[in-house]
C-alpha cells in the first residue's frame, strides 16, 4: 500500500526548500533573470502549489521558443540555483499555500507538544521562529503571552494577524528570515522552533539563541526527520539529516527538560483518511537556559 500521497512529498520538499540558505555564490546577470522570470511565473500560478509546475514550466518555455534541449538545459539551471536561491522560492509557495487556504497539508490547529508545555508556564515574551499563518503563535497570545511571529511569507504573517483578530488576541509580526532577524539579548522566555528547517544545530546559531532566551527561558522545538533505521526512497533525501542525539548535543548549553525523537504523525501533512498511518520521525526538544 502506498502510504506517502505526492501532496505530503510536497509538503516535505517546501520544508527542505525553506531550509535553502539565503546567501551563496551570486549568479551571473542572465542566470539571475532566469531565476526571476520562474520564480514570477510560478508567484501567478492559480491555487495551491504543486511539484508538477516544474514540468508545466518546462512545457511552458517550449511552447514559448526553447528547443526541448534548451527547455531541459533551463530547467537544470533553475535547479542549481534552487540551492542558493530557495528563500525565493519557499515564500513564494508558502504564500500561494496560505492564501488558498487549504489545510490539506498541514493543521490548522497548535502543535500538541506546545500546547502540553504552555499548559505548566506563566505567560511571558514568545518568539515564534517561521511562524507560518499563526496557528500556535495565536494560540499562545490567546493565554496572555506576548507573542512576536518571525516568517518570510508575508501572506502567512497577514493571515496571522488575522487569526489573532478573530481570536480577540494581538500579534506583533516580523517579515524577515530567520538568518535576518535580530532575537537580541536576553529578551524571550520561550522561542519555538516548529517545523521549521532554521539551523537549529548551527552552533553560530545555537549561540544566537541561547543568548537572546532570558535566564530561566525555554526553548521548544519539534520537527520531521529522517529516520535512522531504513532509508525512506521516497522521503529520505526531503528530510534534515541528523546523527542520533544531534539536537540535545547542539543545545548542551541548555538544560535539557525533555527529548523525544519517536515515529510519530507530523503536523505537516494530509489531514485526510492516511494521515494515522503516515508515521515519520519526530524529534522535540525542551530545554531551559539555566
Ligand atoms: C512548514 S512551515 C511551518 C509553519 C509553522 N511553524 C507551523 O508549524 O505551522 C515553514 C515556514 O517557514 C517559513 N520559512 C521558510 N524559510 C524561512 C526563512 N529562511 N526564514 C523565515 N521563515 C522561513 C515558511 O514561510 C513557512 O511559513
Known amino acids: 500500500m502506498k502510504l506517502i500521497s505526492p501532496k505530503l512529498q510536497f509538503a516535505l520538499a ?45 512545457e511552458k518555455l517550449v511552447a514559448d521558443g526553447f528547443t526541448a534541449e534548451a527547455a531541459g538545459a533551463r530547467m537544470g539551471l533553475l535547479g542549481k540555483l534552487r540551492a542558493t536561491h530557495g528563500s525565493d522560492l ?36 514568545a518568539l515564534d521562529v517561521a511562524m507560518g499563518q499563526g496557528r500556535n503563535a495565536v494560540y499562545l497570545a490567546a493565554l496572555g503571552w506576548d507573542v512576536t511571529g518571525v516568517d518570510l511569507a508575508d501572506e502567512g504573517l497577514r493571515i496571522a494577524q488575522e487569526n489573532a483578530a478573530a481570536a480577540g488576541t494581538k500579534l506583533t509580526t516580523v517579515n524577515k528570515s530567520f538568518e535576518e532577524f535580530d532575537y537580541g539579548e536576553a529578551q524571550w522566555d520561550l522561542i519555538c522552533f516548529i517545523y521549521t528547517d532554521a539551523p537549529v544545530i548551527d552552533p553560530v546559531y545555537v549561540a544566537r539563541i541561547i543568548k537572546a532566551l532570558k535566564p530561566g527561558g525555554l526553548l521548544l522545538i519539534e520537527r520531521p526527520h529522517r529516520r535512522l533505521d531504513v532509508e525512506d526512497p521516497e522521503l529520505g533525501a526531503l528530510l534534515p539529516k541528523d546523527f542520533p542525539n544531534a539536537l540535545p548535543r547542539a543545545w548542551d548549553g541548555l538544560r535539557i527538560l525533555r527529548y523525544e525523537d519517536l515515529l510519530g504523525v507530523s503536523d505537516w501533512q494530509q489531514t485526510s483518511a492516511n494521515r494515522e498511518q503516515l508515521k515519520l520521525r519526530i524529534i522535540r526538544l525542551l530545554a531551559e537556559k539555566r
Open 90 to 125: 519557499g515564500r513564494v509557495y508558502f504564500n500561494r499555500l496560505y492564501a488558498a487556504r487549504d489545510h490539506s497539508r498541514f493543521i490548522a490547529t497548535p502543535n500538541t507538544f506546545l500546547v502540553d508545555v504552555a499548559k505548566t508556564l506563566q505567560p511571558g515574551k
Open 14 to 58: 517546501l520544508l527542505a526548500l525553506a531550509s535553502a540558505p539565503v546567501l551563496g555564490a551570486a549568479p551571473n546577470d542572465t542566470e539571475q533573470q532566469a531565476w526571476d522570470d520562474f520564480v514570477a511565473w510560478v508567484k501567478v500560478q492559480p491555487g495551491v502549489p504543486n511539484r508538477s509546475e516544474w514540468q508545466r514550466y518546462q
